[in-house]
């Protein structure tokens, strides 16, 4: 008998990805699991970097850290495998009490392939990058290189291998992402002879089911002819998938771990555009919004494809996190902006349902990603997400419980700083921000006059319906009131108790003081301090 059969059931559980009814959850150790995550910067994938990353996650109250496995640091030389910074760091993640999402960087990242190593950036005939309309070598590896494919796949079944045998019985590595924002800059597709020769074939018939052709398009044939101006990103994305899913499928033959994609976003709104010579303003192939159905045929065993959320306009966040859920493919964010403004965004995501949320960089590494994230490197970067992380940590597992089931609900404070509705059962949320706790706007004499620390957007709310007429409510920043719909229009409806408090780690309910009369009579008005609300609404027939 193995060590882990001799776990209960469910402990010795793996982790994998469920799904009820369209929505989704992620088990670990046979229970729902939110991620409250954080990513180490894309340097600090070695020993000695790690104290300053612990120290962010700790800052952060995030339970789970996301952080790169490069296969140049694995297999430095060809077939000779080191896998020292792995046990490292699972152990101290063990110390830490952390789990862990492993980045795989290996014949594409960003792109790139930065991270493969010497041995295979530096030889072009074996591993042969792609080729433009001119014949001309593009920087990116061919997807189509089955050197490159054999080699890659190697690297990531041994790591694989290397985590069955040091970590099926702890499970702290509880995902891995394949390979990490792929596509291809400047160039559409590749143009060598084995390519060419892939995309005169007919359209597979799996990719047909699932990404329909245009409309006025033939139902079946050549790509060029089933597509159109898409076909050359279509083609693309597609053999990019069907490489990945090699890797995936091999790597969970030896340990079946749930796996998944990260996007480079293109504009959630722009229609799509045409191809040859690339005139996409994002890398071509990649998972974009457009193209999950290629990605969901070609790629079975990616379990989702997730944003990397780095457009900080909140209608942008909106339609991408809205593109990237469907009842086919479970919303996590893999990364997401460190600026403080982007920390709204985590009871937004949340309150969807998200399997979890991983802003980049929380990491106390001397490098800031400003102007794409914080301007700092210390506390003053961690603080924004520690606070609502802190505030969901506690009832972590109850939260995702009640997103699979369908009962969580989030906004994020919108750039136009309106009033935004949230449609619960029975029940309708009116959420409005910059809001005084006290009173009416009408009330006061200067209309600019404003909460001090409301100068940027920085409200946010999350709601569970854990009863007809039971809520859990987290939020920072915002003025909530409920009224009656559905089943309660019409009736005479009230506020019952709206007690603060939290949940214990084992999910009780400890009351730390009941709203009333000021702190009630004009909404619930959340503090700048994420606080959590137990409400009771009632309602009597008029
Ligand atoms: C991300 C990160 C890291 C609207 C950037 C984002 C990470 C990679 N790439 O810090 O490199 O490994 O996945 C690209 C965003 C481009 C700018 C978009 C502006």
């Not at 793996?14 to 369209?22: N, Q």
């Not at 070598?137 to 040091?166: N, Q, W």
């Not at 990019?240 to 030896?254: D, F, M, N, P």
């Not at 479970?330 to 460190?338: I, K, R």
Request: glycine residues 8%.
């Amino acid at each position: 008998l193995s060590a882990a059969s001799a776990l209960p059931a469910a402990a010795a559980e793996l982790p994998r990805i469920v799904e009820r009814d369209g929505r989704h959850a992620l088990l670990v150790d046979g229970a729902p699991f939110l991620v409250l995550g954080g990513q180490a910067h894309n340097s600090s994938n070695y020993p000695a970097a790690l104290p300053r990353v612990w120290a962010a996650i700790r800052d952060a109250h995030a339970n789970t850290l996301a952080i790169p496995v490069a296969w140049e640091q694995i297999e430095p030389r060809e077939g000779r495998f080191d896998f020292s910074w792995v046990d490292t760091l699972i152990k101290e993640a063990r110390g830490n009490r952390v789990r862990l999402v492993l980045l795989w960087f290996g014949t594409w990242k960003n792109t790139g392939p930065a991270y493969a190593p010497a041995w295979v950036k530096l030889d072009n005939r074996r591993f042969p990058r792609m080729l433009d309309q001119d014949g001309k070598p593009s920087y990116c590896l061919s997807p189509f290189g089955e050197a490159t494919l054999a080699a890659d796949r190697k690297a990531f079944v041994a790591l694989m291998a290397h985590l069955r045998r040091i970590d099926a019985d702890k499970r702290t590595v509880i995902m891995v992402q394949v390979e990490n924002e792929v596509g291809t800059y400047r160039l559409a597709r590749d143009h060598a002879p084995r390519a060419e020769a892939a995309f005169a074939q007919q359209v597979p018939a799996a990719v047909l089911a699932r990404q329909a052709p245009p409309a006025g398009r033939p139902a079946q044939g050549s790509w060029r002819a089933v597509y159109g101006e898409h076909a050359e990103q279509y083609f693309h994305s597609w053999a990019i998938a069907s490489y990945i899913e090699e890797i995936a499928k091999a790597g969970r033959a030896v340990y079946d771990l749930p796996m998944f994609v990260n996007n480079a976003l293109r504009e959630p709104g722009t229609p799509p555009q045409a191809a040859a010579p690339w005139k996409g303003d994002f890398a071509s192939g990649g998972p974009t919004w457009d193209v999950l159905g290629i990605y969901k045929a070609a790629a079975p065993h990616i379990d989702f494809a997730g944003p990397d959320i780095y457009m900080p306009e909140s209608a942008k966040v909106s339609a991408n996190l809205a593109r990237f859920q469907r009842p086919d493919n479970a919303l996590m964010v893999p990364e997401m902006g460190n600026a403080a403004g982007y920390a709204r965004y985590v009871y937004q995501i949340l309150g969807r349902g998200a399997l979890g949320v991983a802003p980049f960089g929380i990491d106390y590494a001397a490098y800031s990603n400003y102007p794409l994230g914080s301007r700092y490197t210390d506390r003053r970067m961690v603080e924004p997400f520690a606070r609502v992380y802190a505030a969901f940590a506690p009832m972590q597992r109850l939260w995702a419980r009640w997103g699979f089931e369908g009962r969580t609900h989030g906004v994020a404070e919108g750039d136009d700083r309106a009033p935004q509705t949230l449609a619960l059962d029975g029940w309708q949320a009116t959420v409005s921000f910059r809001e005084f706790q006290f009173g009416e706007r009408a009330w006061l004499k200067d209309q600019n006059d404003y909460p001090d620390g409301s100068a940027a957007p920085n409200g946010g709310v999350a709601i569970a319906q854990t009863g007809p007429n039971e809520f859990v409510l987290v939020g920072q920043r915002a003025r909530i009131k409920l009224s009656g719909a559905g089943a309660n229009a019409g009736k005479m409806t009230m506020l019952v108790r709206a007690e603060e408090g939290r949940f214990d780690g084992a999910g009780k309910w400890i009351m730390e003081r009941n709203w009333n009369g000021d702190q009630t009579d004009y909404g619930l008005n959340l503090p700048a301090e994420p606080t959590v609300l137990k409400l009771t609404m009632g309602s009597v027939e008029q």
